[in-house]
């Protein structure tokens, strides 16, 4: 339901811009977000923008070089990725959810988005 793309392989320092579109989901009232999963390792969270676009979080990893938006006009959402490093490197999920209180105290758990992307691999080679 969720279609992540614009992975690609890079090299350390270099930016990429990654969108999501929502085919047969209106992401108006969810909290949309990214998580990603290198190999041999868990999901990681990585940002989620509230449904209304004002908050946006990010983890400690990406903060200050990932900046995560939307387009409700578009059913989208993109993040974007600078200064990218070479642990960077994972299959990146665009994910949905619905912005509840239970989304806002749990917002970094994977039990809260209901939809999930493919995935879309990025690597950033030194």
């Known amino acids: 339901q969720l279609q992540a793309s614009g992975g690609g392989m890079v090299q350390t320092g270099e930016s990429l811009r990654l969108s999501c579109s929502a085919p047969?989901?209106?992401?108006?009232?969810?909290?949309v977000g990214w998580y990603r999963q290198a190999p041999g390792q868990a999901h990681e969270w990585i940002s989620c923008?509230?449904?209304?676009?004002?908050?946006?979080l990010y983890a400690n990893s990406v903060k200050g070089r990932f900046t995560i938006s939307r387009d409700d006009a578009k059913n989208t959402m993109d993040l974007q990725m600078s200064s990218l490093k070479p642990e960077d490197t994972a299959v990146y999920y665009c994910?949905?959810?619905?912005?509840?209180?239970?989304?806002?105290?749990?917002?970094?758990?994977?039990?809260?988005?209901?939809?999930w992307g493919q995935g879309t691999q990025v690597t950033v080679s030194s």
């Open positions: 923008i509230s449904s209304s676009g004002s908050g946006t």
């Open positions: 047969g989901i209106t992401l108006g009232s969810s909290a």
């Open positions: 994910v949905a959810g619905l912005y509840t209180s239970d989304f806002i105290n749990n917002y970094y758990s994977p039990v809260v988005y209901d939809d």
